[in-house]
Every structure is written in structure tokens, then in C-alpha cells.
T-cell receptor, first 109, second 114 residues
Framework: DAKTTQPTSMDCAEGRAANLPCNHS???????VYWYRQIHSQGPQYIIH???NNETNEMASLIITEDRKSSTLILPHATLRDTAVYYC??????????FGTGTRLQVFP | EAGVAQSPRYKIIEKRQSVAFWCNPI?????LYWYQQILGQGPKLLIQ????????DSQLPKDRFSAERLKGVDSTLKIQPAKLEDSAVYLC????????????FGPGTRLTVL
């Protein structure tokens, strides 16, 4: 079973920041937080991952709370192409990816 | 760099028939995965290969599903016989190494069983 809880859906205006929350209250010390997204009719795409420090790459930023029980994926300037299902996954280093149902993000003009 | 290729993109069969899906991973990627994604759900791992050996097939319904990865490159996933509940998108993914952070997914094959 997925170890995370995410809202079913969210909306965001184009050009604004999209903040996608994820709860993972049972995360253990050696487990990472991963984010993937799946655009309609495509396979999932890796976005970012982190252990306890905040991370940033060309796609997004990942903010992990100090107690590591929750995190937020930030898309700083959402575009229509960011409309997708976003999956937050908790994974041990040697574990497989276990996808939940994710958050459906709709970016509107 | 070319991505993960899958074929066919769509397949419609009747229950009890057989079907096979093909996957060509990114060149040089040692690890290959097959996932099943039922409508409205996230992908579920069916089987994982490291080169041509099976690492994890705990979620593969072995009475009807089989997969192989000859020569450690291309892979095929077969269902025989198909059931209605096998209707799903079958996704193939690959990664350079088994512990890599990023898996690269193909576009998937949408299977409809009537």
C-alpha cells in the first residue's frame, strides 16, 4: 500500500505557483520522498526526490518539513503543460516504487 | 536520446485470448520494469529485470502472465488467457541501474479485454 496521502485534485492558474502537498507521517529515517507526474496518455515522468533537505531542479522544488512527516512539491510558474496527475511516493533505497492515486492538477488559463 | 519504446499502443481482444506486448528500453539500461495501470489507479509493478534475470515478480499473476527479457535488452509481456480484469495500460520502464532514482517510462499499451 502507498504510504502517502495526497488531495485528490487541485486547480492552479497559469503563471502562478502550484503547491502540491503530501503527508507521509509513517516515513522512516532511511526512506526518500519521490515525486513523479503523469500527463494524460503518457507514462509517468520523474520530477524530483529528497531525503530531508529541500531540493530544487529545473522542474520543481521539494520542501520537506523538519519532522519529515509531510512535504510540498512546488511548480514555481505553472503552465498548461503541467496539467497532470502528480504522485508522491515514499521509497526506501532498495525498494520498488509504489504509486498511490496521486493528485490531479488542473492548470487553467 | 531515444526513450522507452512500446508496441502496440492499443490492443483489443476477447477474453480467453492471448496477447503479447513488446518493450525496448533505453540503450544501456540494465534494469527493466513492467507495470500495470488500471483506470483511476497508479501504476503497479508486475515484474523487474536486472539484465536478463528476474529481480522481483511477486505481483505477477504467474498463472496467466509471463515475461522474458532475452539477451538483457528487449522484453515481452504475455497474457494467456486474458480476463476482463486485465483491461489496463501496461507500462514499461527502464533505469540505468537497479537502485537508480529515476525510472524512464514508455507511453504504454492500452489493453481492452471484451
Amino acid at each position: 500500500d502507498a504510504k502517502t496521502t495526497q488531495p485528490t485534485s487541485m486547480d492552479c492558474a497559469e503563471g502562478r505557483a502550484a503547491n502540491l502537498p503530501c503527508n507521509h507521517s509513517t516515513i522512516s529515517g532511511n526512506e526518500y520522498v519521490y515525486w513523479y507526474r503523469q500527463i494524460h496518455s503518457q507514462g509517468p515522468q520523474y520530477i524530483i526526490h529528497g531525503l530531508k533537505n529541500n531540493e530544487t531542479n529545473e522542474m520543481a522544488s521539494l520542501i520537506i518539513t523538519e519532522d519529515r512527516k509531510s512535504s510540498t512539491l512546488i511548480l514555481p510558474h505553472a503552465t498548461l503543460r503541467d496539467t497532470a496527475v502528480y504522485y508522491c511516493i515514499v521509497r526506501g533505497y532498495t525498494d520498488k516504487l509504489i504509486f498511490g492515486t496521486g493528485t490531479r492538477l488542473q492548470v487553467f488559463p | 536520446e531515444a526513450g522507452v519504446a512500446q508496441s502496440p499502443r492499443y490492443k483489443i481482444i476477447e477474453k480467453r485470448q492471448s496477447v503479447a506486448f513488446w518493450c525496448n528500453p533505453i540503450s544501456g539500461h540494465a534494469t527493466l520494469y513492467w507495470y500495470q495501470q488500471i483506470l483511476g489507479q497508479g501504476p503497479k509493478l508486475l515484474i523487474q529485470f536486472q539484465n536478463n534475470g528476474v529481480v522481483d515478480d511477486s505481483q505477477l499473476p504467474k498463472d496467466r502472465f509471463s515475461a522474458e527479457r532475452l539477451k538483457g535488452v528487449d522484453s515481452t509481456l504475455k497474457i494467456q488467457p486474458a480476463k476482463l480484469e486485465d483491461s489496463a495500460v501496461y507500462l514499461c520502464a527502464s533505469s540505468l541501474r537497479v537502485l537508480d532514482n529515476e525510472q524512464f517510462f514508455g507511453p504504454g499499451t492500452r489493453l481492452t479485454v471484451l
